[in-house]
Every structure is written in structure tokens, then in C-alpha cells.
């Protein structure tokens, strides 16, 4: 039969129940309380970067990258129609004033200056010719005015003596008439000889003008073909390197062509590249900033090539300081150009927090935790970004990436 449990045993069992049902309680309220911090995202103060807002000048630049180039680059032409017979320096070399860069076959030219100067001697010689011809005619003239004067000479005097007898009736009205006739002619034949030797020497004078004109024109054409044949030795005019030449012996170039260009490397500019997105926003005459490792150096775009080439537009940078001695040709940089400028904007330090939209979704820290506000932004800078709505000055803006926190509008800072 059934006893009746003692009351120490049943005090004893009440009493673990009791705890048993109390510890639970407990348990359950302290989840209560602490669950919502536990849940709650939290972030170390350490991996995060924070930034002040403030006031200050802010510079909407757009980002390009770009490479040194040589300010100046000199191009050597061909001279003369020849043939490339040797190739004596390849692009990358270094030149000094005076180099050969290219032997070149004048065989062609030197023909040609030949021709001329065939030329030149056939028309000197007729020249002398001319001379003679005109010396031995002006004697043969004088031989004939020496042998009339004296024919009219002789024919005055007979004039004379046939007037004095016709006054004594010793000769004829018709003999002393055709004695004054033929002494007339003999003058007249004398002036006719005079006037000759000046029409000889008009014609032969206007001849002589005519061959001077010709080997004026030869002597130009043959200094001309001399002074191209001695520049037909393709010497570099400066020191440089040498950037292209000519790539294959035996080649054909023609008078102009260009055969070698050689650069300049005492003062260097920059040529940038962008996105075309960017290029209603490139004008002439901005400011650039050009980054070369932790030197930085100003400029100005000179011009822009109107062409775009895969999505990308190709820009000119003039450098304040062209002969910094850190340029180096074909080196890489960073290039800033200036847009547009703010003196006294509110701004915030760069950061990756802002994901490139005008409106940007920000925690600002407010003691032990941080608060997300959204925020419009306007000029983006080099280190700073405008803004222009959500923000005030001394507000402290976590500028690290927050983009896996966007969701929250509270985080906890440790």
C-alpha cells in the first residue's frame, strides 16, 4: 500500500523546480534585453577612415591618364629623289648635332647637277662667241667708216675744186652739179656706217643681256642642286633621340618625303587620354594637373585632337616647368583637368563612400555610433568633394566604403 511521501522531499523537489522555472525567466528576460545589441552591426573605429566637413576651395577635375612626351620633334626630309642605301641609326638612339642617320644614293642628282652644269659652260661659251662676233664686226665697220671718210673726203675736195672752175667757166653747170652730189653721198654713206657699229653694239648688247639672264638662271639652279646634294647626307640639325627613320634599306623616297624624326628631350609636355564622356567638358587654355609620383606639376591644355578612337579622346598638356628634371619620356602620370572652381564651398574629403551619383548615402558619427543622411554632392575634386545639401560644417563623415551597411540607418562604433 502507498505511503505518504515526506514533507522534506517534497519541500526539496518544489524547491529545484522552482530554480529550475526562475533560471529560465532569467534566462529569457536577459535575451530580451540584450538581444537587440546583438543584433545591431557594429564597426571597429580602426578600419574605418573618417573625415571633417568644412568649408574651403573645391576644383571639379576630370581624371586622365597621360605619358611625357617630347615638346619638340624635328623632322628631317629628303632633299633629293634617291635611294635609302644604308640605314645608320634606329629609332631609340641617341643623336647629337651633326649625326648621320641615313646614307642615301645620289648618283641620280649628282647626273642632274652634271646636266647643269653642261649647261652652264655650252651657254658661257656662247656668250664668248657672241663677243667675238661682235668685236670682229665693229672692226670691219671701222675698216669701212676709215675707207668712206676718206672717199668723202676726197669727193668734197673735188666739189670744192669744181665750184672755183665753174666760177671760171672752166667747167659745166652739169660737172660741178654731180661732183656736189656724189660728195653728199659719200657723207651720207659715212653717216650710214657710224650709225652701224651703234646699231651693232645695241643688238649685240640686248643679245649679251639675254645670255647673262640665261646663266643667272643656270648658275641658281646649279647652286641649288649643289646645296640639296650636300644636304643629301641626312646629318641631324640637334641633339635628340632619334623616334622613327626610314625602316628598310633600298627604299625610294622622293624630294620632301620625311625619312627620321628626332625629338627634342630638353623640355617634354604630356599627352592625355580620357573617355569621351568627358570631352563637352575639354576646352583650350583649362588648368591641368599633372601627378608625377608625389610631385605635382601645372599646366595647361593646349589643344585637343577632334578624332575619337575607341571611346577615348587624345589631349595636349604645355608644362609650366617643361624641363623638370623628373621627366622622362614615355613615362606614365596621372593627369587632372581643371573644370570648374568653387573658393569657399562646403566639402568633404574624397573617400570611397560616394559611389559616383550626385546623391550619396553618408553615415555621419554621432558619439559611439553612426548615422546614415542622405547628401548631395556636386563638384568632384581631386581630394574633395562639394556639397551642397544634408551636410554642415564640423560634421564628421565615415569616408571609407559603407556600401554593405546602406541598408541600416544606425551602426555602433567600437
Not at 659745166?172 to 652739179?177: A, C, D, I, R, V
Amino acid at each position: 500500500m502507498d505511503r505518504e511521501l515526506e514533507a522534506s522531499y517534497r519541500y526539496r523537489r518544489l524547491g529545484r523546480r522552482a530554480a529550475v522555472g526562475g533560471g529560465i525567466a532569467a534566462l529569457a528576460l536577459a535575451v530580451l534585453v540584450l538581444l537587440p545589441g546583438w543584433l545591431r552591426p557594429s564597426v571597429a573605429r580602426e578600419q574605418i577612415r573618417m573625415g571633417t566637413v568644412d568649408r574651403g576651395p573645391v576644383e571639379g577635375v576630370v581624371e586622365a591618364t597621360g605619358a611625357v612626351a617630347p615638346a619638340f620633334e624635328g623632322v628631317i626630309s629628303s632633299p633629293v629623289e634617291a635611294r635609302v642605301e644604308k640605314v645608320l641609326k634606329r629609332p631609340g638612339d641617341v643623336v647629337r648635332a651633326g649625326d648621320e642617320i641615313l646614307a642615301l644614293d645620289t648618283s641620280a642628282a649628282r647626273l642632274d647637277l652634271g646636266k647643269i652644269e653642261d649647261q652652264l659652260a655650252k651657254k658661257a661659251n656662247e656668250q664668248q662667241q657672241l663677243r667675238i662676233t661682235l668685236e670682229k664686226s665693229l672692226n670691219d665697220l671701222r675698216g669701212q667708216i676709215e675707207a668712206q671718210k676718206l672717199d668723202a673726203e676726197a669727193s668734197g675736195y673735188r666739189a670744192e675744186q669744181n665750184r672755183k672752175l665753174r666760177t671760171e667757166g672752166l667747167v659745166s653747170e652739169t660737172t660741178f652739179k654731180a661732183a656736189e652730189v656724189e660728195a653728199k653721198k659719200a657723207q651720207i654713206e659715212l653717216a650710214h656706217l657710224q650709225e652701224s657699229v651703234e646699231e651693232a653694239r645695241r643688238s649685240t648688247a640686248a643679245q649679251l643681256q639675254g645670255i647673262e639672264l640665261d646663266l643667272a638662271t643656270l648658275r641658281k639652279e646649279r647652286d641649288d642642286a649643289q646645296r640639296l646634294l650636300d644636304l643629301a647626307t641626312t646629318r641631324s640639325d640637334r641633339a635628340g633621340v632619334l623616334t622613327w627613320v626610314v625602316p628598310q634599306e633600298g627604299t625610294t623616297v622622293r624630294r620632301g618625303d620625311v625619312i627620321a624624326r628626332i625629338a627634342d628631350l630638353d623640355s617634354f609636355r604630356v599627352e592625355g587620354t580620357v573617355s569621351d564622356v568627358h570631352s563637352s567638358s575639354l576646352h583650350p587654355g583649362q588648368a591641368v594637373r599633372v601627378k608625377l609620383d608625389d610631385q605635382t606639376l601645372d599646366g595647361r591644355l593646349a589643344s585637343i585632337d577632334p578624332t575619337i578612337e575607341n571611346g577615348a579622346v587624345k589631349f595636349k598638356v604645355d608644362l609650366a616647368d617643361a624641363r623638370n628634371p623628373r621627366l622622362r619620356n614615355a613615362l606614365r602620370v596621372d593627369v587632372l583637368v581643371v573644370t570648374d572652381v568653387r573658393a569657399n564651398a562646403l566639402r568633404v574629403p574624397k573617400g570611397p563612400f560616394a559611389q559616383g551619383g550626385q546623391t550619396e548615402e553618408v553615415f555621419v558619427v554621432q558619439g559611439d555610433h553612426a548615422v546614415r543622411h542622405r547628401v548631395r554632392l556636386g563638384l568632384t575634386g581631386d581630394e574633395y568633394y562639394e556639397v551642397l545639401d544634408g551636410l554642415a560644417p564640423g560634421n564628421v563623415v565615415i569616408v571609407s566604403d559603407m556600401k554593405d551597411y546602406t541598408h541600416l540607418d544606425r551602426i555602433d562604433l567600437k
